[in-house]
């Protein structure tokens, strides 16, 4: 079920809401777990009923091994065999007929694909089980309940697309007393969160949707303009899209009294590609730091190593994120930025604060064209479209002032047409980037919503306008991660 | 938080929801009065097409209503038996009776956007009056092949759809199509838009009789097949190019991790069905403009794989195919088409001008 759906907001969001706190204002605590665990089932089977085998399956193997590890401390051969039980699941799903292709292309064998659908949420239900194995095997967390357990992985706000959580920050707060009454502070701030978060995703990211999907998939060619115009417009539709669903997410979990952990922090406003990824995809930055990158030996080895497993653990971020060689490449860009940094932290030579937003900016949308591209092919189109080397059309409306630039080789006329761009293209993305650039995050904002007029018309405004503008078919762009 | 902060933000929730909802409801009770595309209330614009259309004559207007609806008007009203009937999306609206080397009765009810589920309610509504056209031409589009694809248009006539799956599987058949309720069009924005222009325009005439097909409207024939509006024929003295170069989107809406055939066991059991009922069932593939025919080809081979199994499927069965998805079978150009899936004039007749049907 969609988060920027009728069913979920009008029907399944508010009858959860009020059966839960009957059922512990009934002191049916118990009964009140089954319930949003049910119903947690019941949201993910709501879009492909199919794959409820695989989830509770997925569940009942992690949940019988972190038994078995709180029975037998520190045994190791024991997590192995979780941590390749969920990674094979997760390869069989999402990367078989990747590595069936490239077979395929080195070999003469001539394998036929899968064509496996990729059930949705796997690559977050499966890390977060992973870290729940792990964290057993460090003592740092138990679960001896298997309703405990399934509500942990399964509670709706988180299971689609995160945040990635741990069991000890979440657990623990389904049992405080508190968090089984109504809490109305809670219950604004959520539904303020939600609200703004139906904005980005309804309003924002939809909308850039467009010239996005229009400039990489559809166009042959791009000029200039046109080039930046997809570029840009992919780079703020993905984190209007996923800050946009982590609101939704964080929002309807702040109902029932549970706080996730944020997943973004204004990332565009990074000075670094190191800031960027303390302000991206906060949850996923942390898993691949402590269950990728300390174990591999973390900032203990040596430099030439470090660097080498920096590398590593972005490749595998690359490839989390889609079983593609672009993804690869995205990842080892960015990996590659890291080393690069820490190379030239070693100069003590600070750049001017603009100049670093600049470059790093430049590097992020530049890097996430390889993220968005379906091939190589329709990347490269874009990043010599974005460098001119397909001409330069600029809009009719500028040409007698410009009529100059004539001489330079420059154009006038339809400057968007292949992307079905028109004169408000650019300066709606505009807007949008000095939203993401100056304006307080929702995190922030929701910090501090007091109960007034002021954030009373806000809350109306934007819920108002995002559920007149639902689209019932859009799809998050994270449930294929 | 103190008791009197409590307070406060129980008000501000129940001020907030209350705005909300009552908005809501407003919108809702304006869309379901002015309702102007007749989701809720019968057309009463759609009579006075069908009427027309039965005496001849040919009725300009916009193509934004009921189709479903209409359609049902259209068997249930007709005043001559039909015999031979097209059932297909837009891509056969230009299918005419006057291509067609036939004696035999006509009528197209091509469809916007229409699914292979949407075919079949049509000849549910023949079923149900109790007499099956003699020829039945399926058009088929790719995206048909493709379960559950979600296409939400047609709601009222989702009952004739039933009734022939009934009468091809039994009556004890679960049916899932996974569509949209037309009530979520009561709080749609754009539903909205157009209602709110639909009451500055009342009092203009929505749907007129006209003798010319040069007028900036949607057109019907008599005989059901549309010609589309001057303005979007007038794209095409840009050149075709810039639409080409977008090809496949049509298609992509559709084509989402489409990897297989899906409703292949449906639309078998469904042509079986028609030829038992001693029905003629012909397939029609409308081309694709040939620049989007070759993107789409690189995106989605499953498209050559769909004209394949149809072949294939065809020649088994003795059914005739006419028309292919590749526009070089029957040498059309880009000129020949108005966007990158829907062909002019010459397309459908170059094609359909052989045979006696």
Same mark, same amino acid.
């Given at each position: 079920m969609l988060f920027n759906s009728y069913a979920y907001i009008f029907c399944f969001l508010p009858l959860i809401f009020i059966v839960y706190f009957f059922l512990n204002r009934k002191k049916l605590t118990l009964a009140a777990k089954i319930w949003l665990t049910l119903s947690s089932f019941f949201f993910y089977g709501y879009w492909n009923p199919i794959y409820l085998p695989l989830i509770a399956g997925s569940i009942l193997f992690n949940y019988a091994v972190g038994s078995a590890l709180l029975k037998f401390r520190k045994n190791s051969p024991l997590l192995i065999i979780g941590v390749i039980g969920n990674l094979g699941l997760l390869i069989y799903f999402k990367y078989m007929d990747f590595f069936i292709t490239n077979l395929n292309t080195l070999t003469v064998l001539n394998l036929p694909l899968l064509h496996i659908v990729l059930p949705i949420g796997i690559s977050f239900f499966t890390f977060t089980q992973i870290a729940y194995l792990v964290d057993t095997y460090k003592g740092s967390a138990q679960e001896y309940s298997l309703i405990n357990y399934t509500l942990f992985v399964t $509670? $709706?706000?988180?299971?689609?697309?995160?945040?990635?959580?741990h069991h000890k920050e979440i657990m623990p707060q389904f049992d405080?007393?508190?968090?089984k009454v109504l809490n109305y502070r809670h219950i604004a701030q959520g539904l303020f969160l939600f609200s703004l978060g139906l904005f980005k995703k309804v309003i924002i990211a939809d909308t850039l949707a467009t010239w996005a999907n229009n400039g990489f998939d559809y166009a042959t060619t791009l000029t200039f303009l046109e080039a930046w115009v997809t570029s840009l417009s992919f780079t703020l539709q993905l984190y209007f899209d996923f800050s946009g669903y982590t609101d939704m997410a964080l929002g309807s979990s702040l109902l029932f009294n549970i706080k996730l952990p944020i997943n973004f922090n204004s990332p565009y406003k990074a000075l670094s590609v190191q800031d960027f990824w303390r302000r991206w995809h906060i949850t996923l930055s942390r898993f691949m730091r402590d269950y990728v990158y300390i174990p591999l030996g973390g900032n203990r080895v040596s430099e030439p190593h470090l660097l080498f497993n920096l590398l590593l653990t972005f490749l595998l971020v690359g490839l989390w994120h889609g079983a593609g060689w672009t993804f690869v490449l995205w990842g080892l860009l960015h990996g590659g930025a890291l080393i690069l940094e820490r190379l030239w932290r070693k100069t003590h030579v600070n750049l001017p604060r603009p100049l670093s937003w600049f470059l790093t900016f430049g590097f992020v949308n530049a890097a996430w064209v390889f993220f968005r591209a379906r091939t190589f092919t329709d990347a490269i189109k874009v990043l010599t479209g974005m460098c001119g080397m397909n001409g330069i059309v600029l809009p009719e409306i500028l040409s007698h002032t410009l009529s100059g630039l004539r001489d330079w080789g420059l154009e006038f006329g339809l400057s968007l047409r292949n992307i079905e761009g028109d004169i408000k293209t650019p300066l709606m993305i505009i807007v949008f980037l000095l939203l993401s650039l100056l304006y307080k995050n929702s995190d922030e904002m929701v910090a501090g919503v007091r109960p007034n007029l002021l954030n009373l018309v806000i809350f109306c405004t934007v819920i108002l306008s995002s559920i007149l503008y639902l689209s019932p078919y859009s799809e998050y762009l994270y449930f294929r991660f | 938080m103190g008791r009197d902060d409590r307070i406060k933000y129980k008000w501000w929730i129940t001020y907030g929801l209350l705005v909300v909802l009552t908005v809501l409801a407003m919108v809702a009770v304006f869309n379901y009065k002015v309702d102007s595309i007749g989701i809720f209330h019968a057309d009463k614009g759609l009579f006075f097409i069908a009427s027309n259309l039965f005496e001849g004559k040919m009725v300009a207007g916009p193509i934004n209503y009921n189709e479903g609806e209409f359609q049902r008007i259209i068997v249930e009203n007709s005043p001559i038996p039909i015999d031979m009937v097209v059932v297909g999306s837009s891509r056969g609206?230009?299918?005419?009776?006057?291509?067609?080397?036939?004696?035999k009765t006509f009528f197209n009810h091509s469809m916007t956007a229409a699914t292979l589920e949407d075919l079949m309610a049509i000849i549910g509504l023949y079923l149900v009056q109790g007499r099956l056209p003699r020829t039945i031409i399926l058009c088929l589009d790719p995206w048909m092949f493709k379960e559950k694809n979600n296409l939400t248009k047609w709601q009222s006539i989702v009952p004739y759809y039933k009734k022939i799956l009934g009468e091809i599987y039994g009556k004890d058949i679960e049916i899932n199509l996974n569509r949209r309720s037309?009530?979520?069009?009561?709080?749609?924005l754009e539903y909205t838009l157009a209602n709110i222009k639909g009451v500055k325009k009342r009092k203009s005439k929505k749907f007129y009789i006209t003798k010319?097909?040069?007028?900036n409207n949607f057109v019907r024939e008599p005989d059901g097949s549309i010609h589309f509006p001057h303005g979007t024929k007038g794209e095409r003295s840009e050149g075709t190019q810039p639409l080409a170069q977008l090809g496949g989107r049509g298609l992509e809406q559709y084509s989402k991790d489409f990897y297989a055939i899906l409703n292949q066991r449906l639309f078998e059991d469904f042509v079986i069905y028609l030829r038992k009922q001693g029905s003629e069932v012909i397939l029609y593939l409308p081309p694709i403009e040939p620049i989007a025919y070759e993107k789409i080809k690189e995106r989605y081979y499953i498209v050559i794989e769909i004209e394949n199994y149809l072949r294939h499927f065809t020649l088994k069965q003795n059914i005739l195919l006419l028309g292919s998805y590749d526009p070089k079978k029957y040498n059309f150009l880009s000129s020949d088409f108005f966007d990158y899936l829907h062909g002019d004039e010459i397309v459908a007749k170059r094609i359909f001008e052989g045979p006696q049907l």
């Open positions: $509670f $709706f706000p988180h299971l689609l697309a995160g945040p990635i959580i405080y007393r508190r968090n | 609206m230009g299918v005419r009776k006057r291509f067609i080397r036939t004696e037309k009530y979520q069009e009561l709080i749609n010319t097909m040069e007028v």
